[in-house]
């Protein structure tokens, strides 16, 4: 079946401008993690939704990073007034017991 | 709550030579362990995982881990690295009906 998919696949924007990405995960599952993941660096978490439960915002670097999730659907990471330390590869996973399963991740750019 | 260490961020070996990558982490309940692999301007991809059974996992290219539940180690072995394996290697846990947390990933350089 489907995997994981995100889109923009690429986001170049301009620094103060808001962006907002996009993950569909793997019909069924019902968790959905956002990570960040800076150029040559490891895996940050941002957020974790589960179900119905209010979600894990723990990782959130700040408020100007929000996300939201319709159900056990689709997912949106907005980044208001970005900044150039925002850019980085914004991956999204879904699961439903044990492992993640990764989409290939946006990859966003703020100059 | 659950935390993972990767002790080396940067492992190099010789091809054909063994190598073994650790990961230690902390939990005081019962833990699912993985490791994803990311190769060089890939995603990531789930390598293997511990579920629950045989504390001994493989995967189809010649890793294999070990849950050791006394020392809270899922360290990575291979026998003989190719240069193939040249990737970043991510350790992760997750306490079961929790959130997944991953280690910082050790980079293995295949040497020729």
């Known amino acids: 079946g489907a995997g994981v998919s995100q889109s923009p696949s690429n986001k170049v924007t301009e620094k103060g401008k808001d962006v907002e990405l996009r993950c569909d995960p793997i019909s069924g599952h019902t968790a959905l993690y956002w990570y960040r993941q800076r150029l040559g660096q490891g895996l940050e978490f941002l957020i974790y939704f589960q179900g119905n439960s209010a979600p894990d915002k723990s990782g959130l670097p700040s408020d100007r990073f929000s996300a939201e999730r319709t159900g056990e659907s689709v997912s949106t990471l907005t980044i208001q007034r970005t900044q150039q330390e925002d850019s980085a590869v914004y991956l999204c996973a879904s699961s439903i017991t044990g492992p993640q399963y990764f989409g290939p991740g946006t990859r966003l750019l703020v100059l | 709550a659950q935390s993972v260490t990767q002790l080396d961020s940067q492992v190099p070996v010789f091809e054909e030579a063994p190598v073994e990558l650790r990961c230690n982490y902390s939990s005081s309940v019962s833990v699912y362990l993985f490791w994803y692999v990311q190769y060089p301007n890939q995603g990531l991809q789930l390598l293997l995982k511990?579920?629950?059974?045989?504390?001994l996992v493989e995967s189809i290219n010649g890793f294999e881990a070990e849950f050791n539940k006394s020392q809270t180690s899922f360290h990575l072995r291979k026998p003989s690295v190719h240069i193939s394996d040249t990737a970043e290697y991510f350790c992760?846990?997750?306490?079961?009906?929790?959130?997944?947390?991953f280690g910082k990933g050790t980079r293995l350089h295949i040497l020729p």
């Open positions: 992760a846990v997750s306490e079961i009906g929790d959130k997944i947390i």
């Open positions: 511990y579920l629950s059974g045989s504390t």
